[in-house]
């Protein structure tokens, strides 16, 4: 295993620890293990492959299991001793045998990314490995790295759970195209290379002294060039980019061959590894993952190709890979439900439970009228219509995981053969083992983005239970944990009542209450008795001066759960369903409505909000002047859409399908779940290619439809003075 250490003076250092040896379990009849064993002996030899029964424990039934455990005493032979197992005989069953060899080694080191360890090494060594084993079906590429120190010893000097730690000292190197960050180049963007070096603190602080920004092109000399001299001058730990996976860094590779020298991406011999982009489908929406390119000795994290790192910045990624101990790279890339499912395995690799490869527990059968009952999610009331002052918002904090841990829900104790006796699920009647409740650890994040990535794991530990690919996934338990979240929440509504307050709002685990005359401590003491009742933490999460509920979109009458805008006691705003939370709206109509908002969030009552309404309604009018005046730039035009399927698939002239023909015809390859960025031109034109521009073509038309983006401006305004337009 190579690891890579930053000492105390800040030197760089590459280890390799040969003490690692992975391991995975086989079971089945003892004849044909034995068999398996013997072949394993017999064609492994050059590979240090050994073989032995012991016992690991089934996590399903929490018995014994008798097992034949494979220890690969060369880690990267591992996936390559597996499936000569899984091929010698079909029939037999196998666990741990797709973990992770990084995450495994922190498991078995007790370390984890970003630590700070103490190490004791010897001296360098040459690390050519031995010669492919007979079982390897096709041949190595053997790179002969250059001498590492051996780690003899490792010992972590940190916690994963702490919440104020120091980060290394590392040296930072961001890389992005001039121009929209939003907009794929692949698209026919273009643009000179901005590439600035520093450190995380320059990093979080653009501009300040501790870094320093270049801009490449093929003025002075060719940008792979510039480029390489840049690496070796400053040689980054860390490489933030955008678009660095799928366009950047591969571009930069292909003209640097192209040019017959070596971009210095990585450090080390070893090649940049790139995998292909798919699209894919998730909870009924197709879905784009752009390629990625991970590097060798240094950190690379694309920001417009990493969900943690968008929704929770640098300090969100940090705390993910910490907890979660996968590889930096591969954490910013993947989802937070792969970080769950990991430490979930972790927990078994403790315990000597069985880890099985895919889910191995069927749902139970059930009658059509049992499904119905049991497959809900959670509990929705619909908002009364209107405006209201003095509104407090109560949470259930973090209440999936709370249910989880405070009944024992989990999928080995849902239904369980060994407690016939024990408690009942209301509604479904399914049996929870009776033991004590786990207790539930709960890390905070040194800044909200790192509670915010603690709060995408919660998330994801409930959906996980009836997650369709979850190894330890049960759906009973899934909806279990619904039936108790809907219980819950009727029981809040019933207390809040009983107690005089109106409820106005519920939504899965908030309940939004109101009394004219109560005060935050008459809203403390009422969720502190919910609490009480329901056995499960419930936080005033707010007070407001007011909250508006907004009706569908469609007619006036009808109320929807999720379109209400609500103002704090410090003016800070919660906003749902507006234009402004949406991806596809341009940015002219989101910068509009939220400035609009913040204007509103100084009214205290509907006698200051009308009052404050006319104040907003200016940041509206100067907007539609900036349009009719042709002051606003383009980028503040453009739309952004995801495709639902390729471009020649697409029946109707939809302006996601014009857009996407027209980079179609110019040679752009796209696929479903990508986004593609567009201007209206004119959208009631004759030919389809005059209705809508994509972004990257531009430059030489004829303008925009201001009529179509001054009827967006005047929509987005419309719900903020719904309410006060109707008296």
Same mark, same amino acid.
């Not at 899984?86 to 037999?92: I, S, W």
């Not at 360098?124 to 490995?129: R, V």
């Not at 060798?296 to 417009?304: A, K, M, P, S």
């Not at 696929?671 to 960025?677: D, F, H, L, Y």
């Given at each position: 295993?190579?690891?890579?250490?930053?000492?105390?003076?800040?030197?760089?250092?590459r280890l390799?620890?040969?003490?690692?040896?992975?391991?995975?379990y086989?079971?089945?009849?003892?004849?044909?293990?034995?068999?398996?064993?013997?072949?394993?002996?017999?064609?492994g030899?050059?590979?240090?492959?050994t073989?032995?029964?012991?016992?690991r424990?089934?996590?399903?039934?929490?018995?014994?299991?008798?097992?034949?455990?494979?220890?690969?005493r060369q880690?990267p032979?591992?996936?390559?001793?597996?499936?000569?197992?899984?091929?010698?005989?079909p029939?037999?069953?196998?666990y741990?045998s797709?973990?992770?060899?990084?995450?495994l080694?922190c498991?078995?080191k007790?370390?984890?990314?970003l630590?700070?360890?103490?190490?004791?090494?010897?001296?360098?060594?040459e690390?050519?490995g031995?010669?492919p084993?007979?079982?390897?079906?096709?041949p190595?590429?053997?790179?002969?790295?250059t001498p590492?120190?051996?780690?003899?010893?490792?010992?972590?000097?940190?916690?994963?759970?702490?919440?104020?730690y120091e980060?290394p000292?590392?040296?930072?190197?961001?890389?992005r195209?001039e121009?929209?960050?939003?907009?794929?180049?692949n698209?026919?963007?273009?643009?000179a290379?901005e590439?600035?070096?520093?450190?995380?603190?320059?990093?979080s602080?653009?501009?300040?002294?501790?870094?320093?920004?270049?801009? *490449?092109?093929d $003025? +002075?000399?060719?940008?792979?060039?510039? =480029?390489? &001299? !840049?690496l070796? %001058?400053?040689?980054?730990? *860390?490489m933030? $980019? +955008?678009?660095?996976?799928?366009i950047? =860094?591969? &571009? !930069?590779l292909? %003209?640097?061959q192209s040019?017959r020298?070596q971009?210095?991406?990585?450090?080390?011999?070893s090649?940049v590894?790139?995998?292909? %982009?798919?699209?894919?489908?998730?909870?009924?929406?197709?879905?784009?993952?752009?390629?990625?390119?991970t590097?060798?000795?240094?950190?690379?994290?694309?920001?417009?190709?990493?969900?943690?790192?968008?929704?929770?910045?640098?300090?969100?990624?940090?705390?993910?890979?910490?907890?979660?101990?996968?590889?930096v790279?591969?954490?910013?890339?993947?989802?937070?439900?792969t970080?769950?499912?990991?430490?979930?395995m972790?927990?078994?690799?403790?315990?000597?439970v069985?880890?099985?490869?895919?889910?191995?527990?069927?749902?139970?059968?059930?009658?059509?009228?049992?499904?119905?009952?049991?497959?809900?999610?959670?509990?929705?009331?619909?908002p009364?219509?209107?405006?209201?002052?003095?509104v407090a918002e109560l949470?259930?904090?973090?209440?999936y995981?709370?249910?989880?841990?405070?009944?024992n829900?989990?999928?080995?104790?849902?239904?369980c053969?060994?407690?016939?006796?024990?408690?009942?699920?209301?509604?479904?009647?399914?049996?929870?083992?009776?033991?004590?409740?786990?207790?539930?650890?709960?890390?905070?994040?040194?800044?909200?983005?790192?509670?915010?990535?603690?709060?995408?794991?919660?998330?994801?530990?409930f959906?996980y239970?009836?997650?369709?690919n979850?190894?330890f996934?049960?759906?009973?338990?899934?909806?279990?944990i619904?039936?108790?979240?809907?219980?819950k929440l009727l029981?809040?509504?019933?207390?809040?009542e009983a107690?005089?307050?109106?409820v106005l709002?519920?939504?899965?685990?908030?309940?939004?209450?109101?009394?004219?005359?109560?005060?935050?401590?008459?809203?403390?003491?009422?969720?502190?008795?919910?609490?009480?009742?329901?056995?499960?933490?419930?936080?005033?999460e707010?007070?407001?001066?007011?909250?508006?509920f907004?009706?569908?979109?469609?007619?006036?009458?009808?109320?929807?759960?999720n379109?209400?805008f609500?103002?704090?006691?410090?003016?800070e705003?919660?906003i749902?369903?507006?234009?402004c939370?949406?991806?596809?709206?341009?940015p002219?109509?989101?910068r509009m409505?939220?400035e609009a908002?913040?204007i509103?969030a100084e009214?205290h009552?509907?006698?200051?909000?009308?009052?404050k309404?006319e104040?907003a309604?200016?940041?509206?009018?100067?907007?539609?002047?900036?349009?009719h005046?042709?002051?606003?730039?383009i980028?503040?035009?453009?739309?952004?859409?995801?495709?639902?399927?390729?471009?020649?698939?697409y029946?109707?002239?939809?302006?996601?399908?014009?857009?996407?023909?027209?980079?179609?015809?110019?040679?752009?390859?796209?696929?479903?779940?990508?986004?593609?960025q567009y201007?209206?031109?004119?959208?009631?034109?004759?030919?389809p290619?005059e209705?809508?521009?994509a972004f990257?073509?531009?430059e030489?038309?004829?303008?925009?439809?201001?009529?179509?983006?001054?009827?967006?401006?005047?929509?987005a305004?419309e719900?903020l003075e719904?309410?006060?337009?109707a008296?």
């Amino acid at each position: 295993m190579t690891l890579w250490l930053i000492d105390a003076n800040q030197k760089r250092h590459r280890l390799i620890d040969r003490a690692f040896t992975p391991r995975f379990y086989v079971h089945g009849p003892e004849l044909r293990l034995k068999r398996l064993a013997q072949r394993l002996a017999s064609n492994g030899a050059a590979g240090g492959i050994t073989a032995q029964f012991t016992e690991r424990v089934n996590i399903w039934d929490g018995r014994p299991l008798r097992v034949l455990e494979i220890t690969v005493r060369q880690p990267p032979r591992f996936n390559a001793v597996v499936q000569y197992a899984r091929h010698a005989d079909p029939g037999l069953r196998l666990y741990n045998s797709d973990l992770m060899l990084a995450p495994l080694y922190c498991w078995e080191k007790r370390i984890f990314p970003l630590a700070r360890v103490e190490v004791e090494v010897s001296k360098p060594a040459e690390c050519a490995g031995p010669e492919p084993a007979a079982w390897e079906t096709r041949p190595r590429r053997t790179i002969q790295p250059t001498p590492a120190w051996e780690v003899r010893a490792i010992e972590c000097q940190d916690d994963e759970w702490s919440v104020d730690y120091e980060l290394p000292p590392l040296a930072v190197m961001t890389v992005r195209l001039e121009g929209l960050a939003s907009v794929n180049p692949n698209h026919g963007r273009h643009g000179a290379l901005e590439v600035t070096a520093g450190d995380l603190d320059g990093l979080s602080h653009p501009g300040s002294s501790g870094s320093q920004t270049w801009v *490449l092109d093929d $003025s +002075e000399e060719p940008v792979a060039v510039g =480029f390489e &001299r !840049l690496l070796r %001058a400053h040689d980054p730990d *860390l490489m933030v $980019s +955008e678009w660095g996976d799928s366009i950047l =860094f591969p &571009r !930069l590779l292909a %003209a640097a061959q192209s040019r017959r020298f070596q971009l210095s991406l990585n450090r080390g011999a070893s090649p940049v590894e790139h995998r292909r %982009a798919r699209s894919y489908t998730s909870y009924g929406r197709i879905l784009f993952k752009e390629s990625t390119t991970t590097l060798f000795g240094r950190l690379h994290v694309d920001t417009r190709n990493s969900f943690i790192a968008g929704q929770c910045q640098l300090d969100g990624l940090w705390e993910l890979a910490r907890i979660t101990k996968l590889p930096v790279q591969y954490a910013a890339r993947t989802s937070t439900g792969t970080g769950i499912s990991t430490m979930q395995m972790e927990l078994a690799w403790r315990d000597g439970v069985l880890i099985p490869q895919q889910k191995a527990e069927p749902e139970t059968p059930k009658q059509p009228d049992e499904l119905l009952l049991a497959d809900r999610g959670g509990l929705v009331f619909t908002p009364r219509l209107g405006f209201f002052t003095n509104v407090a918002e109560l949470d259930f904090v973090s209440e999936y995981p709370s249910i989880m841990a405070r009944f024992n829900i989990s999928p080995e104790t849902v239904n369980c053969a060994c407690c016939p006796d024990a408690p009942r699920v209301p509604e479904l009647g399914y049996r929870i083992t009776a033991s004590a409740a786990t207790a539930a650890e709960n890390g905070a994040g040194r800044a909200a983005q790192c509670r915010s990535a603690l709060k995408w794991l919660l998330v994801c530990c409930f959906g996980y239970t009836g997650y369709k690919n979850a190894r330890f996934g049960k759906i009973e338990a899934h909806e279990a944990i619904n039936a108790l979240a809907r219980e819950k929440l009727l029981v809040a509504k019933e207390t809040a009542e009983a107690q005089g307050f109106r409820v106005l709002h519920a939504l899965v685990d908030s309940l939004y209450v109101q009394r004219e005359d109560a005060t935050r401590e008459d809203y403390t003491s009422l969720a502190g008795e919910i609490e009480q009742i329901t056995g499960l933490p419930l936080a005033v999460e707010a007070v407001y001066r007011y909250a508006v509920f907004l009706p569908s979109k469609q007619s006036a009458e009808v109320p929807v759960p999720n379109r209400f805008f609500c103002v704090a006691e410090n003016g800070e705003l919660k906003i749902r369903g507006l234009e402004c939370r949406r991806h596809d709206t341009p940015p002219i109509v989101e910068r509009m409505q939220r400035e609009a908002l913040a204007i509103l969030a100084e009214a205290h009552d509907f006698e200051s909000y009308c009052e404050k309404l006319e104040e907003a309604r200016e940041v509206l009018n100067r907007c539609l002047d900036r349009l009719h005046s042709s002051q606003v730039s383009i980028e503040e035009l453009v739309i952004s859409r995801r495709l639902t399927r390729a471009p020649s698939q697409y029946k109707q002239n939809n302006s996601t399908a014009i857009v996407a023909r027209q980079l179609a015809r110019a040679g752009v390859e796209l696929r479903p779940g990508e986004c593609v960025q567009y201007i209206i031109t004119a959208a009631k034109g004759d030919y389809p290619d005059e209705r809508f521009r994509a972004f990257t073509f531009w430059e030489g038309w004829r303008g925009c439809d201001v009529a179509e983006y001054e009827r967006a401006l005047r929509k987005a305004f419309e719900p903020l003075e719904h309410f006060a337009r109707a008296l």
